[in-house]
């Protein structure tokens, strides 16, 4: 009797190649906090770098002696290199005197607005909104210490607007103290300001940033139908319209 181990295989069972399955689309990568931080870290430390540099330039005076090592050309030949006149046109730029910076470098200047439109273009698509948060801040840093009479060259706020990161970070009640201390040590040691008027400058910026936004905030809460007692059920995880209930 034939059974189901004799029966023969049909021609080609068991050689018959499985169909492939198609694979399925990978989800979208989304982007994390971390990720934009990495990607931001080289123009971050570029700019950084790029905002020391014209910090002490505007602060040392190339035209003087010392403060900057010899041209190794002009020790040799006498002759400036291009470096020499870019670094004294940059000093005189940043003191408002375009004169005497196209003097020193004219290439030099008639090339620097498209150079820092390249730049300005490759760290806004590196760091996005980071960028123009950082320039609104020292706008308004520079802008208060004209106010006082303080003499801060524009590229002086970006100094000023790392000092101001160390002392928020001091754990003080909504930055109060630490705040004020590194704007005055910031004014006083590298702009020469008066203390009085490196505490007022303090003061006055850190009103001028935080009370706009604090009302701000307060006012669209009010357009959200939020009080005190719904914003400190929604710190507590408790849903304020079951609390209404």
Known sequence: ????????SPP????????PVPSLPSPPHEWTWRDRLRGARLPAALLAGGVAACTYVAMVDPNGAGGYPACPLQVMTGIDCPGCGMTRAAFALMHGDLGRALDHNLVFVIALPFLLWAVARWAAASMGWTLVLWLVICLETWAV????????????????LALLVVGVAVPTPGGIGGFHEAFRLGATSFFAADNDAAVGAA???HASSF????????WYATQEGLNMKGITDMTQGTDPAEANA
């Open 12 to 19: 080609g069972a068991g050689t018959q190649a499985l169909a």
């Open 203 to 205: 003061i006055l910026l």
């Open 211 to 218: 009370v706009p936004v604090t009302v701000l905030g307060l």
């Open 1 to 8: 009797m034939e059974t189901l181990e004799s029966r023969p």
């Open 145 to 160: 210490a004209l106010a006082l009479g303080i003499d801060m060259p524009f590229a002086g706020s970006w100094l000023m």
